[in-house]
């Protein structure tokens, strides 16, 4: 029996590649601008958490389109992932009795334990090279337990969220550098 090919890549990588990028850009500057007490600067911040909120979900759809290929439960907590994550990250509009720091952490939370099973898929089936997978389980697992930690009063994601929050820097820089010349020939009884 002759096993057909086909190319497989990561579709839009470079679109996803900017926005892992602009998403830490958008919430970073985000919350210290909605920090301020000056208006303008204040909906700027607002404007720049919606964004974020947007651009989160964007990441999950586009990159659910190349995990499905590979295992479709596995694009779903994906994309999962990214919409609680941008829903719970909007939790700082409420910003009642620190309900954005909530949010934050449940988002992150659920950010960490999401992304394990697609970094796992990314290193099964050879997408990214092997070290920037392994990075990336181990760096989410790490953020994690960070932000679970939260949850029972201990701050010990500040110390733990560092690797996987460089992997999604050196993930969306190797995403736009490689862009679409990632291709791996696979047979159809792999995809």
């Known amino acids: ?8 890549t990561i579709f839009n990588a470079r679109i ?3 926005f892992f990028l602009l998403a830490f850009l958008a919430y970073g500057l985000g919350t210290q601008l909605f920090g301020s007490t000056n208006n303008p600067e204040k909906y700027l911040g607002a404007l720049l958490i919606i964004a974020n909120s947007v651009i989160v979900l964007f990441i999950g759809i586009l990159l659910r389109k190349t995990l499905k290929l590979y295992n479709l439960t596995v694009g779903n907590i994906y994309l999962f992932t990214r919409i609680f994550e941008a829903l719970a990250l909007l ?3 409420i910003n009642i009795n620190g309900a954005n720091d909530l949010g934050y952490v449940l988002a992150m939370l659920v950010l960490g334990i999401g992304s394990i099973p697609m970094c ?3 290193l099964k089936h050879k997408i990214t090279p092997s070290w920037l997978a392994i990075w990336g389980v181990v ?4 953020f994690a337990v960070g932000f679970l930690m939260e949850l029972f009063g201990k701050e010990w994601s500040m110390y733990l969220l560092a690797l996987g929050g460089l992997w999604e820097v050196t993930f969306g820089i190797w995403l736009i550098v490689r862009g679409s010349k990632n291709v791996k020939i696979m047979s159809e009884h792999e995809i």
């Open 16 to 18: 996803i590649g900017i």
């Open 91 to 93: 939790l700082i509009f």
């Open 139 to 142: 760096g989410y697992a790490l």
């Open 1 to 8: 029996m002759k096993d057909k090919k086909s190319f497989v």
């Open 120 to 122: 796992l898929t990314l």
